[in-house]
C-alpha cells in the first residue's frame, strides 16, 4: 500500500501535466465549433430564400464535411471515439442528413420525394439542418464532463439503494420475468402475423393497450439492469440472450426501430462493456464492424419483407440504401417550413411536459389542451391533406421541431438540446447505475433524431424516475427484512 502511494506521488507532476494538455485540447476542440458554427450562419444568409438546384447540392457537400468535421472535434473533446453519445450524433446526421448526402457524392442519386419539394425549401431546410448539426454537437461538448478523481459522485448515483446489488438484481429480475411474461409472446405472435400480414397487418392486430405498453416499456430496462449488475455468470449471458432472442424477433418482424436499437445497445455493451472507460482498438473496432452488420441487416429485411432480391446486397450498397431509408427524415424539415406560417415561441416544448402526467391520471385533460399547440400533431394533420401521398414514413424531427417553435433561431434549442443528451448519457463514473443509464438512453435516444422532446421526456420518466422509484421502494421494502449488503461486499463486479 505504501508503495503505491509513493508511486502515485511521483506521478503527480506527470498526471498534472497531463491533465493541462488535454485541457488545452478541449478548448481547442471547443473554439473551434463554435467558429465553424459562426461560420455556417454567416453562410446560411442568402440560403433562407430563393435558393437553386446548385445551391441544394453545395449543402449537401458542405454539411456532409462540417458533420464529419464537428464529431471529430466532439471526439476531441471526449477524449474517445467510441461513446453512447457519440452513436446518438451518427443517428442524428444519419436521420437528418441521410439523402443530402447521397445527392452531394453519387452523382445519379435521385429521390422522388425530393423532387415533390420546392427548391427553395429544399435549400433552406437543409441548410437549416446543417446549423442544427453543429449546435447538436456543440451543445453536447459543452456539456460533457471528463472523468475527474476530485469529483464528487451524484447524490442519486452514490444512494445506499442502488448500491445494493442483491436488492436491485432481485427486483430486477422479478420484473424482467413478469414483463417478458408479457411482452416476449406478444413478439412472437407478432412476427407471426406480420410475417402473413404485413408489419401493418401486425400492428393493426395488436395495439399496444395499458399492460401491454408497461411490459415493453419496462421490459428491456430491467434487462439492462441485470446485465451491469448481474456479476459474470450463466444468470448473465442468459439475460443477454434473451434480449438478443427479444431484438431479433422485434427486427424481422419489421419493427426495426425497435430489434435494431436493442441490437446495437448490446453490441455496445459487448464490446464497450457499457462503461465510459476509454475503449481499446480491438474494442472499438469490433463495435464499428457489428454496426455495419446491422447496416446490412436492415437493408436486408427491408428489402425482404417487400419481395426484393436479398442476395449480392454488399456493405457499400447497404450503407446507401440505410442512408436512403433513415435519411427519409430528412425532408421533413423541408415539409414543415412549406407548411409553418407562424412560430409557436416555445410553446410546443412546453405541450410536450404534458407526456409526463398517465392518460389514466389526466383528471383535468392537460393533454387534450396541449395536443392543439403541439407542433407534431399540427404538422400530420396539415400533411394529410396537403401532402397526403408523402405522409407515410416522413416521421417527425427534432429540427423540425425546433423551427416550429423558434424559426430559425430553433437552433438554439437544438443546442440545448444536446447538451440535455449529453447529461442523461455522458456518465463517467464506474458506478453500475451510471452504466445502466447510459445504456437505457442509448436504446432509447438512437432514434431521437426522428422524434420530438415528447419523446426525450418518455424516456427520462420511464428509464429514469420510474425506474429509481421502482428500486428506492423495493429497498425500503428488502432493507427491512436484512442487513443491507453493498456491492462492495458481495455481488461480484459487473466487468
Not at 449537401?60 to 462540417?66: F, M
Not at 421533413?332 to 412560430?343: H, L, P
Request: hydrophobic share 50%; glycine share 10%; aromatic share 14%.
Amino acid at each position: 500500500m505504501t508503495a503505491a502511494i509513493r508511486k502515485e506521488i511521483n506521478n503527480g507532476p506527470l498526471v498534472i501535466k497531463q491533465t493541462r494538455e488535454k485541457g488545452h485540447a478541449r478548448v481547442i476542440a471547443l473554439v473551434t465549433q463554435l467558429c465553424l458554427l459562426m461560420f455556417t450562419l454567416l453562410l446560411t444568409t442568402g440560403a433562407t430564400r430563393d435558393g437553386n438546384w446548385d445551391d441544394f447540392i453545395f449543402w449537401c457537400r458542405y454539411g456532409t464535411v462540417v458533420a464529419i468535421a464537428s464529431i471529430l472535434l466532439y471526439a476531441a473533446v471526449v477524449g474517445r471515439f467510441m461513446t453512447p453519445m457519440m452513436l446518438v450524433m451518427l443517428s442524428f446526421v444519419s436521420f437528418q442528413f441521410g439523402i443530402p448526402i447521397l445527392y452531394g457524392f453519387i452523382g445519379d442519386f435521385t429521390n422522388w420525394y425530393v423532387q415533390s419539394l420546392q427548391t427553395s425549401y429544399l435549400v433552406a431546410g437543409t441548410a437549416f439542418t446543417v446549423v442544427c448539426m453543429q449546435a447538436f454537437v456543440l451543445g453536447a461538448s459543452f456539456a460533457h464532463q471528463r472523468k475527474s478523481l476530485g469529483r464528487k459522485p451524484n447524490a442519486l448515483i452514490s444512494s445506499v439503494w442502488l448500491s445494493d446489488s442483491r436488492a436491485v438484481t432481485k427486483i430486477a429480475a422479478i420484473g424482467f420475468v413478469a414483463m417478458g411474461i408479457v411482452a416476449f409472446p406478444r413478439a412472437i405472435m407478432f412476427l407471426k402475423t406480420s410475417l402473413v400480414s404485413g408489419i401493418r397487418g401486425a400492428r393493426a392486430a395488436y395495439e399496444l393497450g395499458g399492460i401491454e405498453n408497461i411490459a415493453r416499456g419496462l421490459f428491456v430496462p430491467f434487462g439492462l439492469i441485470l446485465l451491469v449488475y448481474l456479476p459474470k455468470g450463466r444468470n448473465r449471458n442468459l439475460v443477454f440472450a434473451v434480449l438478443a432472442l427479444y431484438s431479433l424477433l422485434a427486427a424481422f418482424s419489421g419493427d426495426r426501430t425497435e430489434g435494431l436499437t436493442l441490437m446495437t445497445v448490446l453490441v455496445f455493451y459487448l464490446f464497450g462493456n457499457g462503461t465510459s472507460i476509454r475503449s481499446s482498438i480491438v474494442k472499438s473496432m469490433g463495435i464499428f464492424m457489428a454496426l455495419l452488420a446491422i447496416t446490412w441487416m436492415l437493408v436486408f429485411i427491408a428489402s425482404a419483407r417487400v419481395g426484393g432480391s436479398t442476395s449480392g446486397i454488399s456493405i457499400g450498397d447497404s450503407i446507401v440504401s440505410a442512408l436512403n431509408e433513415m435519411g427519409f427524415n430528412s425532408l421533413t424539415i423541408g415539409f414543415q417550413m412549406s407548411i409553418t406560417n407562424s412560430v409557436s415561441y416555445g410553446l410546443g416544448y412546453l405541450s410536450s411536459l404534458s407526456s409526463l402526467i398517465p392518460t389514466s391520471l389526466d383528471f383535468f385533460g392537460f393533454k387534450t389542451i396541449t395536443d392543439a399547440i403541439n407542433p407534431v400533431n399540427q404538422y400530420y394533420e396539415v400533411m394529410g391533406y396537403r401532402y397526403n401521398w408523402a405522409s407515410f414514413g416522413l416521421g417527425y424531427s427534432l429540427v423540425a421541431e425546433s423551427y416550429s417553435n423558434f424559426g430559425y433561431f430553433g437552433w438554439v434549442a437544438i443546442a440545448l438540446l444536446g447538451a440535455l443528451v449529453e447529461k442523461l448519457m455522458g456518465w463517467n463514473g464506474n458506478a453500475r447505475f451510471e452504466r445502466y443509464l447510459s445504456l437505457v438512453f442509448l436504446w432509447s435516444f438512437l432514434t431521437l433524431p426522428r422524434r420530438s422532446t415528447a419523446w426525450l421526456v418518455n424516456s427520462f420518466e420511464w428509464n429514469l424516475l420510474f425506474m429509481a422509484l421502482i428500486l428506492w421502494l423495493w429497498y425500503k421494502l428488502y432493507s427491512t427484512r436484512r442487513p443491507a449488503i453493498t456491492c462492495g461486499q458481495k455481488g461480484g463486479t459487473a466487468q
